[in-house]
């Protein structure tokens, strides 16, 4: 079993930045892939970023250049780093766990608006 908790969201301005972290407890494999995926209202959730175990990174288009993930196996945590950050930026944000099995976070809400 994996235990994911996030931290870090809340309300920004537009063009703003947010740090979220998580942090994965349990029988944890540093082979094991992780993301950030989000879902807004009334859509269905997407991926934004993951990265792999070799730190292999991969992005959504719509937040390339803007966002970065990234992971410590020491601390058995993933961030992502969110700046310039946009009112459709607005979701629900969760963290994704995957080796043999997917495991999700409880979601942090991430507002922007003015």
């Known amino acids: 079993q994996v235990q994911l908790v996030e931290f870090g969201g809340g309300l920004v301005q537009p063009g703003g930045s947010l740090r979220l972290s998580c942090a994965a407890s349990?029988?944890?494999?540093?082979?094991?892939?992780m993301a950030w995926y989000r879902q807004a209202p009334g859509k269905q959730r997407e991926l934004v970023a993951a990265?792999?175990?070799?730190?292999?990174?991969n992005y959504a288009d719509s937040v390339k250049g803007r966002f970065t993930i990234s992971r410590s196996n020491d601390k058995n945590t993933v961030d992502l780093q969110m700046n310039s950050l946009k009112p459709e930026d607005t979701a629900v944000y969760y963290c994704?766990?995957?080796?043999?099995?997917?495991?999700w976070g409880q979601g942090t809400q991430v507002t922007v608006s003015s």
């Open positions: 994704y766990y995957k080796f043999m099995y997917e495991y």
């Open positions: 990265i792999r175990s070799g730190g292999i990174t």
């Open positions: 349990g029988s944890i494999s540093s082979a094991a892939a």
